[in-house]
């Protein structure tokens, strides 16, 4: 059974970075797509970033800040966030899909972390 722990999330100011972890286990993400997505308080998800073998995505309001990237021997996948905004405040999760089935596109993912807080605030 496969599983994924986020870590990484924390109170940082305007202009701040981090770095987000997403540490897989019971599967190798070499083989899977896997994305961020982040919610805000009263907001839907969205798709924040996504890795897979066709390349990094980045959705387009944190192009230029937010870099996404993949260590195998690690088995893990980091989102670097730099030049944060409040509007970047939410609850960051990531998802695999095995790329036999899925995508970056996908709407089902076959695992799921359990989140990790960011708060951009003065």
């Known amino acids: 059974q496969g599983r994924l722990v986020e870590s990484g999330g924390a109170l940082v100011q305007p202009g701040g970075s981090l770095r987000l972890s997403c540490a897989a286990s019971?599967?190798?993400?070499?083989?899977?797509?896997i994305a961020w997505f982040r919610q805000a308080p009263g907001k839907e998800r969205e798709g924040v970033s996504c890795?897979?073998?066709?390349?990094?995505y980045l959705t387009d309001s944190v192009k230029g800040r937010f870099t996404i990237s993949r260590d195998n021997a690690e088995n893990t996948v980091y989102l670097q966030m730099d030049s944060l905004k409040p509007e970047d405040t939410g609850i960051y999760y990531c998802?695999?899909?095995?790329?036999?089935?899925?995508?970056?596109?996908?709407?089902?993912?076959?695992?799921w972390g359990q989140g990790t807080q960011v708060t951009v605030s003065s």
């Open positions: 998802a695999a899909v095995n790329e036999g089935w899925g995508s970056c596109s996908s709407r089902v993912y076959d695992y």
């Open positions: 019971g599967f190798t993400v070499d083989r899977y797509a």
């Open positions: 890795f897979s073998t066709h390349g990094p």
